[in-house]
């Protein structure tokens, strides 16, 4: 799938630079063509000339290179690529992307390219976690650029944690995503993934149980498939899928917000486990036992139905709106009577009785319910459901 692929790679100034000669190996091997881009950082980390052996092309490292400019200007340069990849993506550079600078060759190009942007990034634990790291992450992540990783584990810095580069073949899996000329290219697809809590007081919610494994295995499935997708998901335990646009909410409100502002949308499948109710008034303050044994008494309020306001839109309603029925009695009755009374296209239902151990598990077993009736899928794992569904929403769309 790369083969004839061209990727401007930006080298940042970290120690994990030294992984991006196996990147670019690997890359190679695979007949994609890589320009690579070394920050002034990057090259006490890695030389130039280990880079231009590499990837057998020259090295760019200088905005005011003359000669460079006479050959390929910054501006050409940064379009010539079919992607553009940082690895390592530092802080420090992250925080230039997010904040529009354009101070040497790598961030005039980030600046001016026109085409997609994947970033790797990595860091010490600290400066990942960082409010200003975070706050800068999400701003990207706003404007459609695509991550892979960090990891967990050990550092190089001898600390443990969140900011280890992702691997060279997890980057190059998220090149192939990025590059995919899949059945879903140009189509822009909503997930919704994982449960929503809703805050009794401020130790204290309510919520369902949800993995987010199968919505995050069906966010992977599209985005395979070339589409871009924006996946919005509660709290959900499930690692967040690669190489897609993820928006993190905590309540039924904000995810349907979230919902909305990332309309218009070719699709959207509604995989999420939103809690029906919350709290008609979350508490300010802890609620204490007060030792007489009186217990509190929750007054509950009914939480936007994200499935049913989406499915029922007058304008820009997505052209296929896909909902999940999770039964554990009449699956195929129930999920029938909800396709019509939500307005949705499809229901994917499925048994969550505990005797069927999918709550939670690595399989599903699904009946997809649609207009012409109802096809049963036979059980297999998360990941092939997601792949089957994402084949049937290309077919549809
Ligand atoms: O009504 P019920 O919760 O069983 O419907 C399940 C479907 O509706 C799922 O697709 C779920 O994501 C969606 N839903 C929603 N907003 C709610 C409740 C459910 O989008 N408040």
Redesign the pocket.
């Known amino acids: 799938m790369l083969q004839g692929r061209k990727i401007l790679l930006v080298i940042g100034g970290g120690i994990a630079a030294y992984k991006c000669l196996d990147l670019i190996r690997r890359l190679a091997e695979r007949g994609a063509s890589v320009t690579p881009v070394l920050t002034a950082a990057a090259q006490e980390f890695v030389t130039p000339l280990s880079v231009a052996a590499l990837s057998g092309q020259k090295v760019y490292t200088d905005l005011f290179d003359l000669t460079d400019e006479a050959e390929m200007g910054h501006i050409q340069l940064s379009r010539a690529a079919d992607l553009v990849v940082v690895a390592p993506a530092t802080a420090d550079l992250l925080a230039k992307m997010a904040g529009g600078h354009a101070n040497d060759l790598a961030t005039t190009l980030l600046m001016a390219t026109d085409k997609p942007i994947l970033v790797a990034p990595a860091m010490n634990v600290r400066m990942w976690d960082h409010p200003a790291t975070q706050r800068n992450v999400a701003t990207l992540k706003n404007d459609g650029i695509a991550f892979v990783g960090p990891n967990d584990g050990h550092m190089a810095c001898g600390e443990f944690g969140a900011g280890r580069m992702a691997e060279p073949l997890e980057i190059v899996t998220a090149i192939d995503m990025a590059l995919s000329d899949g059945p879903l290219k140009g189509k822009h697809i909503i997930v ?1 993934s994982g449960p ?1 809590h809703e805050p009794i007081d401020p130790v204290r919610y309510i919520a ?1 149980r949800s993995s987010g494994v199968q919505g995050t295995a069906i966010a992977t499935a599209l985005a395979t498939l070339g589409a871009d997708v924006t996946f919005i998901t509660g709290p959900a335990d499930a690692p967040r899928p690669q190489g897609v646009r993820v928006v993190e909410v905590e309540t ?1 409100h904000e ?2 917000e979230a ?1 909305q502002k990332a309309l218009p949308a070719d699709a959207a ?8 109710w919350r709290m008609a008034k979350a508490m300010d303050s802890k609620i204490k036992k007060d030792g007489t044994g009186a217990v509190p008494v929750l007054e509950f309020a ?9 499915s029922q839109m007058k304008i820009g309603r997505p052209a296929l709106v ?6 554990t009695d009449d699956v195929i009755a ?1 999920a029938t009577a ?1 396709r019509l ?2 307005g ?1 296209d499809w ?2 239902a499925n048994d969550v009785s505990p005797e069927t151990g999918i709550m939670g598990g690595a399989e599903n077993a699904v009946t997809l319910i649609t207009e012409e009736g109802q096809e049963s899928w036979p059980r297999s794992g998360k990941t092939e459901v997601a792949e089957r569904l994402a084949r049937r929403i290309a077919e549809a769309l």
């Open positions: 919704t929503t369902n039924a995810m349907l919902v499948v509604f995989a999420a486990a939103v809690a029906d009914e939480n936007p139905d994200i499935l049913k306001t989406v896909v909902g999940f029925a999770a039964e129930n909800k009374r939500k949705c229901i994917v």
